[in-house]
């Protein structure tokens, strides 16, 4: 298995050095892989951010590159992609245990989302990047917000259930920025923001109580 890390690396320069160093070499070494080049600086970027976290540089960064490969390829964009862990390692030389640890050390350190789809496929959701998400997150807290608002003027009563079918409805079908077959997944996902938005939802009770009633 192809290593791409040597141990005089730490003795003889700063991490940030090691990192860049890395970086480069992680670059040449995908180019003579069969991937996705389109992907290419997106797999690099999500290397990039995990060594930046990490207190120590993996010793074999091989099986980490491809895994950030793996993350990145495996956006909700690309579904359907029913590839097995074991038919993508054999194109790479890499064992599935390897893949799902390196998988796992990744989105736990870069606080991933990760979805199933009906199949029990992964897909996986960048929060500090992801367009999509961010979108999802906006329209949740100015949806909440205003119902909250209604609720406070208007005594208009708050479903969170309701609320969250009616913005993952206008998420996938009308806005189109995932697939309507995750839209289980989807909504799961929307149900946690706005149940996190809604901890404010005690405060105008609060305040309706005191003043409007």
């Not at 998420?171 to 929307?190: A, C, S, V, W």
């Amino acid at each position: 298995m192809l290593e791409l890390y040597t141990p005089n690396y730490e003795i003889l320069n700063t991490k940030e050095r090691i990192t860049v160093d890395l970086l480069k070499e992680s670059q040449e070494f995908l180019e003579q892989l069969d991937i996705n080049f389109d992907l290419l600086l997106d797999t690099i970027t999500l290397i990039y951010r995990y060594l930046r976290k990490c207190e120590k540089i993996p010793h074999n960064l091989f099986k980490f590159l491809i895994s950030a490969y793996y993350i990145v390829s495996r956006h909700p964009l690309a579904f359907p992609l029913h590839e097995s862990k074991q038919d993508f390692c054999e194109k790479f030389g890499l064992q599935p245990s390897s893949l799902e640890y390196s998988v796992d050390k990744i989105s736990n350190k870069l606080n991933l989302v990760k979805i199933l789809d009906d199949m029990n496929y992964p897909y996986f959701l960048d929060p500090d990047s992801d367009l999509g998400l961010k979108f999802v997150k906006n329209i949740v807290k100015t949806t909440v917000e205003k119902s909250m608002m209604k609720f406070l003027l208007y005594n208009k009563p708050i479903n969170s259930q309701i609320l969250t079918e009616q913005l993952v409805s206008k998420i996938i079908f009308e806005e189109n920025i995932f697939p309507e077959e995750l839209f289980r997944q989807f909504y799961e996902i929307t149900f946690e923001f706005v149940e996190e938005k809604f901890q404010d939802y005690y405060d105008y009770v609060e305040l309706q109580q005191k003043y409007l009633i």
